[in-house]
């Protein structure tokens, strides 16, 4: 293990190594119509936050995520709970899961397109299946892994059902469900900009998409880093979330120790 | 007890497991787990039960505490037929089945949390088995923070705080090491003595199994049956650290070695 502050030290560096290597190779080595440079991009997404023009797209995608997400994991996380609880339930329903589940999602953008036009409700649904699937997968999973011996014993204590699935089976189920919300978070944000590729008349994937077809590398390449820039700051938020939740857990180091008698 | 005092001499056992057995079925297979076991248990009492393993000792106390159905037999608990999981039983496992993602207290109150006992007032009594058992310094500190004996006292006494009326003991000290043991047992039986709990408890040690009890249970190997019921006429209060060399207690532990080793042979090979 190295310390926090050294961690962020060499995290600096290579981002930095990253940025001048291709600030040194472009226009040296390729040309820079075809890769920009970090100091054009730099420049035109200082040009496009001063004069406001990017806010729009970057409020309309961050909206189509984050709706998407919250739907898409609410309805995830209530349907694994269901059938996890319902046996029956969930051996009907299996072969249709997995079929459903098998279907491409970029697939569906089009028809999704086609059904609710080229607004941010196509591509809220899109990123709602996307989320939907893996928070349901993971908490179905973890629903099922809880330990009977821990509900037992709190039933023979004299607990109702209600308190075994408040004291046992969601405390238990929560590692499981940030995961699940944990890989969502990318993939909600390429969901929603699937979407924009494929029809629409704003947001990040738009912007891309756009500044691509007028050959405009340095305005990919400003859309594209502000997409990593957004993942980053998410799984950060995320990871802060879950470290508190989950306190209760041994860490790696300590848990490979062994026990101690 | 008033107007309905029991006739003197008739006194029903708060326990009484008649010809009891257990089959299960796995891969198509019957297995006799549990033979028409008998025993009765009376108020205050500490009965151990010894047995090799895979005799059916745990499902014998899983039967008791209502958590499987029985085969054949009948199990009596304050004469009425165990029917389903019965609160007023307590079950102490050997695997310490703590909460991981509460903290000591935490899972010592939890009992009480689930009869609507009001936050301060469990704290209270949790805090007082806490310290009794030595773990003070440790309420704060989540299971996987602490050492399996911290974690054994913890699952005893998150048991004993709601007062069941039978208390189901399953090898607790099993995976402890050979001091701690005899630290635990010395603590199980002064909580014992000043609760007065009834309490059944099941080792795999003899030497435990006498140090303890009031009557040892020896069970055959699988499928298990009772083979003998022997009482300890050793005083209490018992010195845990010392008894194993008074006369007394060797004379029980030959008598019973003698019908404890045919079967703990028998199930090794
Ligand atoms: N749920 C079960 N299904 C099938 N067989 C079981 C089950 N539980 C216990 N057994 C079998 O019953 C026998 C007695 O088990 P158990 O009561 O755990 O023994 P002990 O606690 O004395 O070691 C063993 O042979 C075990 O394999
Ligand atoms: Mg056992």
């Excluded at chain 1, 409020?59 to 046996?87: D, Q």
């Excluded at chain 1, 699935?165 to 238990?172: D, E, F, G, H, R």
């Excluded at chain 1, 957004?230 to 062994?258: D, F, H």
């Excluded at chain 2, 248990?41 to 039960?49: C, D, N, P, R």
């Amino acid at each position: 293990m190295i310390g926090r502050g050294r961690l962020y030290l060499y995290r600096f560096l290579f981002g930095l190594f990253l940025l001048v290597s291709w600030e040194l190779s472009s226009g040296r080595f390729i040309d820079p119509f075809w890769i920009s440079s970090p100091s054009r991009v730099f420049g035109y997404l200082w040009e496009v936050t001063s004069d406001g023009s990017i806010f729009a797209h970057l409020a309309i995608t961050l909206y189509e995520t984050f709706t998407g997400f919250f739907i898409g994991s609410l309805t995830g996380i209530g349907f694994g709970f269901l059938l996890a609880r319902k046996e029956i339930l969930a051996q009907v329903l299996d072969p249709f899961i997995v079929a459903f589940n098998g279907i491409p999602r970029i697939a569906l953008a089009p028809i999704f397109i086609i059904w609710f036009g080229i607004g941010p409700n196509s591509k809220i649904i899109l990123v709602v299946i996307v989320v939907f699937f893996l928070t349901f997968f993971n908490t179905y999973s973890g629903v099922k892994g809880v330990d009977i011996e821990l509900k037992n014993i709190l039933r023979i204590m004299g607990a109702s059902e209600r308190q075994i699935l408040w004291k046992v089976t969601i405390p238990a189920t929560v590692p499981w469900i940030t995961t699940g919300l944990k890989l969502s978070v990318p993939y909600a944000l390429v969901g929603a900009v699937v979407g924009e590729f494929i029809a629409a008349s704003k947001g990040l994937g738009y912007l891309i998409n756009y500044n691509t077809s007028l050959f405009s590398t340095t305005g990919a390449f400003g859309g594209i880093l502000v997409l990593a820039l957004i993942v980053v700051l998410c799984n950060e938020v995320i990871e802060r979330t879950e470290a508190y939740l989950l306190r209760w857990r041994p860490r790696e180091e300590t848990r490979s120790q062994g026990e101690l008698y | 007890m008033g107007l309905f005092q029991q006739p003197v001499g008739i006194v029903t056992p708060l326990l009484s497991v008649e010809g009891a057995s257990k089959e299960f079925y796995s891969r198509g297979k019957k297995v006799l787990a549990l033979d028409s076991a008998s025993l009765s248990v009376h108020e205050g009492e500490f009965v151990t039960i010894v047995g090799p393993s895979g005799c059916g000792k745990s499902t014998l106390l899983n039967l008791i505490v209502g958590l499987l159905p029985l085969s054949s037999g009948r199990i009596l608990f304050r004469d009425r037929a165990v029917n389903g999981i019965n609160p007023e039983i307590g079950y102490i496992t050997q695997k310490d089945n703590l909460l991981p993602w509460r903290t000591l207290a935490q899972n010592v109150e939890i009992a009480l949390e689930i009869r609507g006992v009001e936050k301060s007032e469990r704290r209270e009594q949790a805090e007082e088995l806490i310290e009794r058992v030595g773990l003070k310094d440790f309420e704060d500190h989540y299971p996987h923070e602490l050492s399996g004996g911290m974690r054994q006292r913890a699952n005893i006494i998150r048991t004993l705080i709601y007062d069941p009326d039978l208390i189901l003991m399953d090898e607790p000290f099993g995976p402890l090491d050979a001091q701690t043991r005899i630290v635990l047992q010395e603590q199980l039986l002064s909580l014992w003595t000043t609760t007065k709990k009834t309490i059944i408890f099941i080792t795999h040690d003899l030497v435990e199994a006498i140090a303890l009890a009031d009557r040892v249970v020896v069970m055959t190997s699988r499928p298990g049956r009772v083979k003998r019921v022997a009482g300890v006429p050793i005083a209490r209060p018992r010195d845990i650290y010392q008894i194993h060399q008074s006369q007394e207690f060797r004379s029980v532990y030959e008598s019973l070695w003698k019908e404890l080793k045919p079967e703990v042979k028998m199930a090794g090979e």
